[in-house]
């Protein structure tokens, strides 16, 4: 019964957070080898949603290890998010998201220099971030 509830949870969970409109990064400026934020950019219409989604994210997370996989779809500039953690059955999925060339080349370089990353989103409280502790960035041959 436990991981129905948790099913339950991801795919609430997922249909919230897939409204992203935009994918950016903060934290860049403040120390160059320092922790980042990918920071989820919502509409205002959704806050409340969004809120109770990360949260219920964070949650379920709690103290376990986090992962992002950032998958390469076949159209250039478009990208598939899966987040990973032992406490849900499948990854959470934000698929066919928009990232410009310059943001995804900040994400490559950060992650090749093993520096530190944070998930967040916009309507989000500093302190409800999201520690990842390792990010994959791949092509996906397939859609899901």
Do not use: W
């Amino acid at each position: 019964m436990k991981s129905k509830m948790f099913y339950m949870d991801r795919l609430i969970i997922e249909s919230a957070l897939s409204d992203v409109k935009e994918i950016f990064l903060s934290g860049l400026e403040e120390n160059a080898s320092g922790p980042f934020t990918i920071v989820l950019n919502f509409k205002a219409t959704y806050t409340e949603q969004v809120l109770n989604a990360f949260a219920g994210l964070k949650d379920i997370i709690c103290d376990t290890k986090a992962s992002l996989v950032i998958c390469k779809t076949r159209m250039t500039g478009i990208y598939d998010l899966e987040i990973k953690t032992e406490g849900l059955d499948e990854p959470v999925r934000i698929m066919n998201k928009a990232i410009d060339n310059e943001t995804m080349g900040s994400i490559e370089d950060r992650v090749h220099n093993h520096q530190g990353i944070m998930l967040t989103t916009n309507v989000s409280e500093q302190d409800n971030a999201i520690l990842i502790s390792e990010v994959e960035i791949k092509a996906c041959d397939e859609m899901v």
